[in-house]
């Protein structure tokens, strides 16, 4: 069997796995009963490391039976496994002041914010062999492919369409990667357990003891601190609409490079000619998978089982898996991208009869001597400015991501 | 007939209608022309008022048919129409250096343009709404609805949900409105005709004489300066995610609306019945429409037909028309919202055992003495505060928006 | 302005035109009333021609007003419309015993049959012209596109992959046709009210009397009798997905002749260079609403609004208008497609090599002598019979639609 | 940890696993293998059970590897080492005649079919189910629930309505599964390497001999014969078709049962809460996934990177082990739904106002007496006229699929 094109399978095989979705529950668990015993609103437990010690409990093979059962509520089952693994106190006081649909949320939360870091290390990858084609090709001609009368362009000025596209996506991702809210409301939203149980250890303010654990777990765990979203999904159609525009992005240039390798065109050669299909094949399953979330947001009322798997939670697991292969992929696809530049230019006189025309017509337009249409300019306009333009772009988007 | 509920049909009929799209068409046209003519790369017309003069020639009802055949391609049919009523100069040079996908794209953007502004103003409207309910039923207790076990929040703390939603997705409008961009590049993108007409008219640095030309005519029509994204759709799709993030909140506050005025519950009351399944059509017909729009953004390369209307305009002239509808229908559900405080309390108090048991259960958690379950304070944790706190949040968004 | 390509604006302009379906519900509310007439429930009225009076009736302009407004309810316009216009009692006749839902339904069914009988007559058109195609180049080899490895086959073998697909997907639409039911069952469904009014006549048997009413209009309408779907909207699901397996099938085709007819390759040369990418954008935009339709059918309940026209309404609208023009594209397309027999040699014989590797590790596996690999025939296995048999597959189509 | 509702995970846990689709895959090469040695192609094999012998060789773990890496092609993966584990001779021959394409096409058609088996299953016992309930309550009188003013209907008529809907998916379903093709046609489906085979080893007509073999597999595999649809993919959609008709159906029903039981109406009662919401969940996610399908259907010839799975292989999966839950599910609700008639019909009385003006109305039109209109009779037209003519519909779908 050939191996699989890439690195994908060692460097991101882990991105939203089971595995990893049943760790990041376990850690929104552990996080919040740290901060129920640091705030002493828990009696102290017997655990150094309270997380390391819930980790410890989780047994890989039976947890990931917990995901699977298309009708479940996977946080019950963990649960009950946990407690049925720890001493007495720990069970007691696990899970209290959270709801099953704050664990559900915060752990896909922190799954997804790996696929996003993931995401945001590959387009940097994708950046750097981005400029490298383009300062190379930044003059090299060819004939603009979408065009009925193909006018000419440089290889260059088409990488860095791609690119702009590529930066316009990742600053989407990156900036719904800092929105990313932890869900730690309870089961209305309102924290009211919590402070019921901060009056009942007779804190003078219950309500700012509850608040102040929120504020602990949320930075624990990396996550902005926001109020009860149960029932407002924005923050998932967000994120998920900034990886359509990372599919939408590696799926147009994907496409570009199939019909530039085309056996009958052949002006760019890909390393591993299987890449292109496999992109676009994800930027053709991915927009429907977002529709399904925006639907799952409008609906939330209705549809909502709470503390359940749905149809938005499946939805969101395939499109950010999906999308950290593409990721990969079209790095890989990049990295290995071979342009010739002769074949460019030949495609390019193919048309060169249809700008002879034009220029002569503008010539007779502006009323200018026929005879400057002979001249031996290429007709490119402000291409190489544009290049340039995007490089500083990226260098910039560089910058402030390293 | 029955009237169409509210405004709509005076306020925003004509956003994104027939003869806004052609009239920003030939705002496009003229915009460049008058550009060419104040570079003096153009000869002086006889015009004082350009754009008047070419937006007197379309005759509204002619027009529209450019628009109606699905294999169209409007802006043959509108230069042709536009050039048969107007003088020789003008004719000749009107258009040159454009590309028909440059005035396709760009008049599409001042259309949606107009949309995004009347959404905004609509949130602001709704936001009025919202903080006034929100602040009258900060303290109005109530079931919260989709849990299985009802707990109790407060109908204000159920109001800030939907406005904090409403905000998120106003947030995006006004992003995706600043970063509209003109599409101004002729036919590779690259200004090549035009910096040819440059070059002819005897410019010492033809290029900048080009560029110049973009920047005065993205000025005036008040659009972003952005090189070639003919193939690079990622303006529509955000804008697109805007909207849908505004349908999704509003088709979620309209189930809710719906599920509370249910005639076997009537906790509140709209003052127009038809129109949270008004809102919620729009809501469930969206998210398809965005995957279009994303699906044409990722295969722009293939399936593009220059100059033509395709299924990337009609997705995206639909989904901006409904949004707009949803938007004032919107306002006028929530102007006209009745709640019952009574009858919200008597929901509540069906669930009332269930709070008691878990007040119990924690006190015997915390070891504290069970009579504290009979305290009369209702169970509503930081309800109170998650008003407050949103209030402050929408009066920012007002004064940025003002 | 270059006309349209081809006939679509004679030929199908009207299908499902403003005008259409607002004739479409004046017919049925006359069939209607006829039948009421004819079965002396309702009283002789003053008109030979019922339909030809109601519809004399209708004045297009004003008319079209009720489809605009995105929350219209139309039926109740037009009736108001048409009582103002007509004598005292069969204004008060009108619509006694139909529901708004029957009146939309119904009307939208007639419009949508016409779409079907456009189609299938089209796509006799088109096998027409590929059973030609596939007979002059039964034997014509050529590379089979989609392989990586290209393997030979014919041209006329690729046609019949096209002819059956269509085939497939005309059977679809002729069955769906014949499935069209009426909606004609009063608010319930139940005929209550007709029943009533049978009772009120003094019919012995009120309940025949009303069933046998609708039985004469659903024969005069020329559709199925079927009781009560207005929460049951299989038939407009089923004749959807039917048009899609239409635009999937021109879609493909197109795909296939755009790569086809690609100027590095230029085995097939369209007429129209610009049909594929309009069937094409077609087909990808179709699909989406195709959803939006299951989603209608699968929230029937509770996104209903008795009587307006929803989103399901404007989907089937869209996809049986874009279905009817890809329809005729897809004939023109067909019809002026030519081959270029000696390019298809060309482009197989440079894959050869690989044919020449098959065989001879074919004979090494056999055992039988390698020389047998310079055999001169060519590697066409049961093409020509593939062939032979869709040819009979399409007669029988052509004889069964007749 | 609450158990599943039901018996999904003992009936129907293994439809589309990862271990039934290599299973049928083996199964596929298996048959082809065993046809090529009793047609005297191969040579005779060592194995008297080669079907046993193959699957034997498969390691369940080892072999669900291969379905997991989103770029994977598993047939590679699966010959490999299949013929690392059986004797030179099997190995020599496995796969010869057969492309990757073939074996994943006609394995997934086996997975598949199995679904359709169950959901035809399932079916039979919703149409138990449902035919009680509308017996029982024939002649219960309830509220029609989505009309704006309610009007009377039964709840054997509400029942009858799910039951056609139900009944309407189900001929679907049993149509395309009678439809269901193997691909079995080689590289380019011309049997080009089998027909060389078929030469080599000396057949006087290797054609005849070639598609004897296809046939032959066919009828051991249960499937139709059907040429070449590597890139014909109407088999594909219009299962899915089929199926998406079955959730849409039962994601009605369960809305309607989940209206019905709301607490303020409590008119229905399911026996397992959450199953309404499960049901709506799938309804809600399958559409998308149809459009995939399409997509997939519609782009085969640009979008195929042959032998390995794409958007297409992953959406018929998912679809259909979300159909086969769904299935179960509804069973599940049907069979424990129980009706309150003391309910129902006070529900109908807060609507009497209503229908008793409706009859005034209807009585001063005909010119009756106005007494009439206190008769007791229900206001119930044809409803149990519907209720029989639908159990009759029912008892022939049972004979013809007992």
């Given at each position: 069997m050939t191996a699989a094109p890439g690195t994908h399978a060692e460097?991101?095989?882990?991105?939203?796995s089971d595995a990893t979705l049943l760790r990041s529950m376990v850690q929104v668990e552990a996080a919040w009963l740290d901060a129920l015993v640091r705030a002493e609103l828990a009696p102290g437990l017997h655990h150094d490391d309270l997380v390391g010690h819930l980790l410890g409990l989780l047994d890989d093979e039976a947890g990931a039976v917990l995901l699977e059962?298309?009708?479940?509520?996977p946080v019950e089952g963990l649960l009950t496994l946990l407690r049925s693994r720890t001493d007495a106190d720990t069970a007691a006081w696990l899970h209290q002041g959270l709801a099953q649909q704050d664990v559900l949320d915060t752990a896909l939360v922190l799954a997804v914010k790996d696929v996003l870091h993931h995401v945001v290390e590959q387009v940097k990858a994708q950046i750097t062999a981005l400029t490298a084609l383009a300062e190379r090709h930044a003059v090299t001609p060819m004939a603009a492919g979408s065009a009925e009368t193909p006018t000419p362009t440089t290889f260059g000025a088409v990488a860095v369409v791609w690119l702009d596209s590529i930066i316009d996506a990742a600053d989407l991702v990156v900036d719904a990667r800092s929105l990313l809210p932890g869900q730690l409301g309870g089961s209305s939203g309102t924290l009211a357990s919590l402070t019921e149980i901060a009056r009942l250890r007779g804190e003078a303010d219950p309500l700012s003891a509850a608040a102040d654990v929120v504020t602990d777990v949320a930075e624990r765990l990396g996550l902005r601190e926001r109020r009860a979203w149960h029932t407002a999904r924005g923050s998932f159609t967000r994120t998920a609409d900034a990886l359509l525009a990372c599919t939408d992005a590696w799926g147009r240039l994907a496409g570009d490079v199939a019909a530039l390798a085309d056996p009958a065109v052949r002006e760019v050669e890909p390393a591993e000619p299987r890449l292109p299909a496999l992109i676009r094949q994800t930027a053709e399953a991915a927009p429907p998978l977002g529709a399904t979330l925006h639907l799952a947001s409008a609906g939330a009322a209705w549809a909502g089982s709470p503390g359940s798997l749905g149809a938005e939670w499946r939805a969101m697991r395939e499109l950010a898996r999906d999308a950290a292969a593409a990721a990969t992929w079209t790095t890989e696809l990049l990295d290995g991208l071979g342009a010739d530049e002769a074949r460019m230019l030949a495609g390019l006189q193919a048309s060169a009869s249809a700008v002879l025309e034009e220029r002569s017509a503008l010539a007779a337009l502006v009323g200018a001597d026929a005879e400057d249409d002979s001249e031996p300019e290429p007709y490119l306009g402000i291409a190489e400015d544009m290049v340039v333009e995007a490089l500083e772009r990226a260098e910039t988007f560089m910058e402030e991501n390293a």
């Open positions: 460097s991101s095989g882990d991105l939203m059962a298309p009708d479940n509520r």
